[in-house]
């Protein structure tokens, strides 16, 4: 559901087209190990690093220039509102919930879910770092606080 298997593609386009990366890929899964070994025949294990299922992925995202959810399908991503809430810019596929979470093009990009669509964000954002600067700043004025939403759940529980 998470896509990583997709990661492999799209840093290889990366690679191929001289861009300059390194991409971490927390969590696993599945898909995991084979992710791993195309990962070394494509040549990018020094590009890529796949660290895998961590108790504190918060370390990754806040290091991170761009949060990469090349998802399949999701609810509501948790992973991308985190990221959001750290300051990350955003490349997110058009699931269900993506609306929601993102602004596109001021707190983040929503793609298709091809694998060339999330190409090209992650290059939109690379090569127009001024773009990534005001998503950035975009993302400090958005209101992560859910205090009042929870209340009002408390609030038609009791009531």
Request: proline share 3%; charged share 30%.
């Amino acid at each position: 559901a998470k896509r990583i298997d997709k990661v492999n593609e799209i840093a290889k386009l990366l690679k191929e087209n001289g861009y300059k990366f390194k991409w971490t890929v927390v969590g696993g899964g599945s898909e995991y190990d084979s992710c791993v070994k195309i990962c070394n025949e494509y040549g990018l294990q020094e590009l890529v690093d796949y660290v895998g299922n961590q108790d504190n992925p918060y370390v990754y995202m806040k290091q991170c220039d761009i949060y990469v959810q090349p998802s399949r399908f999701e609810g509501y991503c948790t992973t991308t509102n985190e990221a959001r809430i750290l300051g990350c810019p955003n490349v997110m596929t058009d699931v269900s919930g993506a609306e929601e979470q993102l602004e596109n093009g001021k707190t983040g990009i929503i793609v298709e879910k091809e694998s060339n669509a999330v190409y090209d964000a992650v290059k939109h954002f690379i090569e127009y770092p001024d773009f990534r600067k005001r998503v950035k700043e975009n993302l400090k004025s958005i209101d992560s606080d859910t205090r009042q939403e929870v209340g009002k759940i408390y609030e038609l529980l009791e009531g």
